[in-house]
């Protein structure tokens, strides 16, 4: 027991595979999302509903793909709105020109969006690399004594609560697969789970590119088109900073948007995620609108004592 325990521990600090709970819940037969309302709305006869229903294969596997790029989608549209409206809100506090706006706020989304893709790659490359590699020596390890590969599991089940004569049972049966055997220790003993064929770090990191832009643009585009509106009017005198504020209504939106919808995805209440994650934004600009404003007022100060002396 204490090998294995030891070996557990080993392991903890290296990035483990992602549970896709939906994923094997479909492969099942299983409608997680029936399931999911059954839950919270405690319907036993809707969650017998959602354990018993099937579904066609064709339909899981399409689930199965999307699911798996959510991630990507919704936390590289959060950084990506959430940064390029910073830089928006620092810009307008130091009342700098719409040109300082799109350049630094088209710079930014381009260099943080090839950043973050890039590194959601290295991220999801390197997950799969160690899952393999482990993979590989539970194979072998397997292949050369399995009956030490059995003890370990019979002991992390008992330590579990299972009877010992049970758990000599679920190992005997399961052991009589080794592919099967080799994933499910992978999964129980290390926390791992067993590398798919299907995944594709580039696609994960195409996708974090895509949603950082798509969604980084929002804030900057909102700006540039509103001001250009405005000072459209040859007869319009700047009074009140319209395109700040246009930018500020359409981030919110799209904050607590993309955060309800995070809930939704998680299980969690929608309104809340969608209320952190535009207090989120909002301390993020607002910070960055007051240095901004600090900063220019600093300046002019220092500037216009110097004149004066």
Known sequence: ???????????RFVPAMQVEPASVAKALGRDIELAKKAYHSHDIEASRSAHDMKKPLHDEGHNKETGKYIKSIIFGGLDGIITTFAIVSGVAGADMSWVVV?????SNVI???ISM?????LSERAEIDFAKQERKREMWETENYIEGEKKEMVELYTSRGLSEEDAKTVIDIISKNKEFFVDVMMVEELGIMPPD???????????????FVAFGIVPLAAYLVVHAIIHSDPAYVASFNWAFLAACIITALSLFGMGALKGRISGTSWWKSGFHILVNGALAAGSAYLIGWGVEYAVESTLNVTTSC
């Open 111 to 113: 260099a943080d969006a």
């Open 197 to 211: 064929d299907a995944d594709s770090p580039i696609k994960n990191g195409l996708v974090t590119f895509g949603s």
């Open 1 to 11: 027991y204490e090998e294995a325990a030891t070996r557990q521990r080993s392991v």
């Open 102 to 106: 799109l350049i630094l706020g088209l």
């Open 117 to 121: 893709g890039y590194g959601d790659y």
